[in-house]
């Protein structure tokens, strides 16, 4: 059973900063693809920062330069650092990976989506 657990949201000022973790358990073969998506209160989810397994990033242009994904591989641990935070950042942030996992095809591996319960973070002006 994958389990994904996120950490580190709260409140800060306009022009703070905040690091976010997301731990990923529970699959034998590891994680690909792992990011952050973030939901603002009446709008849809969308992609903050991803990061392949072999470390490359990609970011939603309203972020580049401010934040920083990584990732852990021997941990399964993704972060988010977030700097210059900005009021329209606020947002539930919640964290996705792809697992690799046994599919019901002997001998088949497929990659499966799975989400954290979501941390939020405030900005306030």
């Known amino acids: 059973q994958v389990q994904v657990e996120e950490s580190g949201g709260g409140l800060v000022q306009a022009g703070g900063s905040l690091r976010l973790s997301c731990a990923a358990s529970?699959?034998?073969?590891?994680?690909?693809?792992m990011g952050w998506w973030r939901q603002a209160p009446g709008a849809s989810r969308t992609l903050v920062a991803t990061?392949?397994?072999?470390?490359?990033?990609k970011y939603r242009d309203s972020v580049k330069g401010r934040f920083t994904i990584s990732r852990d591989n021997a941990k399964n641990t993704v972060y988010l650092q977030m700097n210059s935070l900005k009021p329209e950042d606020t947002a539930a942030y919640y964290c996705?990976?792809?697992?690799?996992?046994?599919?019901?095809?002997?001998?088949?591996?497929?990659?499966?989506?799975?989400w954290g319960q979501g941390t939020q973070v405030t900005v306030s002006s």
């Open positions: 996705k990976v792809t697992a690799l996992m046994s599919s019901q095809d002997p001998g088949v591996i497929k990659e499966y989506d799975y």
């Open positions: 529970g699959s034998s073969f590891g994680f690909n693809t």
């Open positions: 990061i392949s397994r072999d470390g490359i990033p």
